[in-house]
């Protein structure tokens, strides 16, 4: 999953059982029409339309939930579902605002809400379920409070973007994002055992990205690609 579409690269989506479906940059590409009835829950990180700009295209064909930040949701609804953009289609979905701290259920997930450092409003995402815990953490800057509301609650695996090389390390903090640098941050503090999942590269860094992060030498350090599937 890339950090920007580029052709063979599908922007941010992350789709979890029980019709839960995590940002929708992808999801008109990744979700066939027949499938997207199913989907019950739409729980957005942030509203940069490289995470939302397939969030029309799931409505109409079943009424889902989207769950964001009050000031997501009021992004989306007012910038891409304005009617200008796209047709407004609002009514078509229920509506569900949380905050920092909130838990809810989605499905067979138990999901906690935490923090990101990003440009715009952003969280996370903690999923539990049957005794797997995996973090989705939103598009951020590395922020030791937020590896440390990862680490505390001890999830199995930890998915973080990486969208920038080293190289333009001062750009990537500017426009809220990580470089493989940071990748060590989050080691030292989520542990050895902690899969740490990688993804939103930007197309024009990766190949700088990924023999960056090869240089450090973690074996529990995996790059995801597009219909990756995560198993516990």
Not at 149 to 161: K, L, M, S
Request: aromatic share 6%; glycine share 8%; with cysteine.
């Amino acid at each position: 999953m890339a950090g920007a579409p580029a052709p063979n690269r599908l922007t941010t989506t992350f789709r979890l059982a029980g019709g839960v479906v995590l940002d929708t940059g992808a999801a008109a590409h990744g979700i066939a029409v027949e499938d997207r009835k199913s989907i019950d829950r739409l729980l957005l990180s942030h509203a940069h339309l490289d995470h939302t700009m397939g969030l029309p295209f799931l409505l109409g064909t079943g009424r889902p939930t989207v769950v964001g930040l009050k000031q997501t949701l009021d992004a989306v609804r007012a910038h891409l579902l304005d009617g200008h953009i796209w047709p407004d289609l609002s009514d078509l979905a229920d509506w569900h605002e949380v905050t920092i701290g909130d838990t809810f259920e989605a499905g067979p997930w138990q999901v906690e809400v935490g923090p990101a450092n990003h440009t715009v409003p952003c969280v996370s995402y903690l999923f539990r379920s049957n005794g797997y815990a995996v973090a989705v953490v939103g598009d951020t800057r590395y922020d030791d409070s937020v590896a440390d509301w990862v680490a505390q609650r001890e999830p199995d695996a930890c998915v973080t973007e990486v969208s920038f090389s080293d190289t333009v390390g001062a750009m990537a903090r500017r426009f809220g994002h990580q470089t493989p640098r940071d990748l060590r941050k989050w080691r030292s503090r989520l542990g050895r055992e902690c899969r740490l999942h990688v993804t939103h590269l930007k197309p024009s860094h990766e190949e700088r990205i990924k023999a960056e992060s090869v240089a450090l030498q973690d074996p529990n350090l995996n790059f995801l690609r597009d219909g990756d599937v995560l198993n516990p």
